[in-house]
């Protein structure tokens, strides 16, 4: 494979896309894994999803602006019931966060069992079109990973639950449009998982993890013709796995 100037033009978007998610996901995933709420991304990023395809089934304007609002205010009304769940029964709080996951899922499916495109659409939201992300939809995302990203490290110390379910809910709003929600997902807990042990620079490696991980995905993938979602899960799978892997070896007795 060449790196033409129209396989280039197609890429850099991509990636850019992909350092984008990765910029407001992996403090915010470090976090989810230490409070042990690993699924909480996969159900705020379904209801949101629910959003858009409400919005949709209502006849709304797909790109328009009452779309995002449909699915900011599905992602916030979630995070909101799970903050409210996580103080009234923080013990099951993730068998909650199961529930809601699979009841978003269903409905998403009966709102679009009588769409003719609605393979095609839960498809989108399920593995999304990094590949051909739209070069004039990244300032504003820009902006909004940037603006997270300043919060976050900001007031990370001043931000109580709430504060924190509302963060999460509008970072993963955005993101599950541009990427679709298995790359929100793999975003958000591989490069934590995968630095778990590290005990220097976790957050630059995590940061490595992630980027490596959507190159690498994303070059094999127009070189092999295959789905540049799917392929960025597993590149950054496998790197996690080593990176895991040698983390913990270096820690286990007599290593």
């Excluded at 529930?99 to 498809?123: D, I, R």
């Excluded at 778990?196 to 190159?215: E, N, V």
Aim: glycine fraction near 10%.
């Amino acid at each position: 494979m060449t790196l033409d100037s129209g396989i280039f033009g197609i890429l850099w978007p991509a990636f850019a896309a992909g350092l984008l998610v990765t910029l407001t996901h992996v403090p915010l995933g470090m976090q989810v894994l230490k409070r042990g709420i690993v699924f909480i991304d996969l159900a705020v990023a379904q209801v949101a999803g629910l959003g858009v395809m409400l919005a949709d089934f209502l006849g709304w304007e797909p790109a328009g602006a009452a779309v995002q609002v449909a699915a900011l205010s599905a992602a916030l009304s979630c995070a909101l019931l799970l903050t409210w769940t996580e103080r009234r029964w923080p013990d099951v709080q993730e068998a909650v966060i199961g529930v809601v996951f699979v009841l978003a899922s269903s409905a998403a499916v009966l709102l679009l069992a009588k769409n003719p495109h609605g393979g095609e659409h839960l498809k989108e939201l399920l593995i999304g079109e990094i590949l051909w992300v739209n070069p004039a939809r990244l300032p504003l995302q820009a902006l909004i990973a940037g603006t997270i990203f300043v919060f976050w490290f900001g007031l990370r110390e001043r931000l109580g639950r709430s504060a924190f379910y509302v963060l999460f809910a509008c970072a993963v709003t955005a993101s599950v449009q541009l990427v679709g929600l298995y790359l929100v997902f793999i975003t958000l807990v591989v490069p934590a998982l995968a630095t778990w042990y590290s005990s220097r620079q976790r957050a630059l490696k995590a940061y490595l993890i992630g980027s490596a991980g959507y190159a690498l995905g994303l070059v094999v993938s127009v070189a092999a013709d295959l789905p540049s979602g799917s392929m960025i899960v597993c590149a950054m799978t496998a790197i996690g796995i080593v990176v895991f892997a040698t983390s913990a070896r270096a820690l286990a007795p007599g290593a």
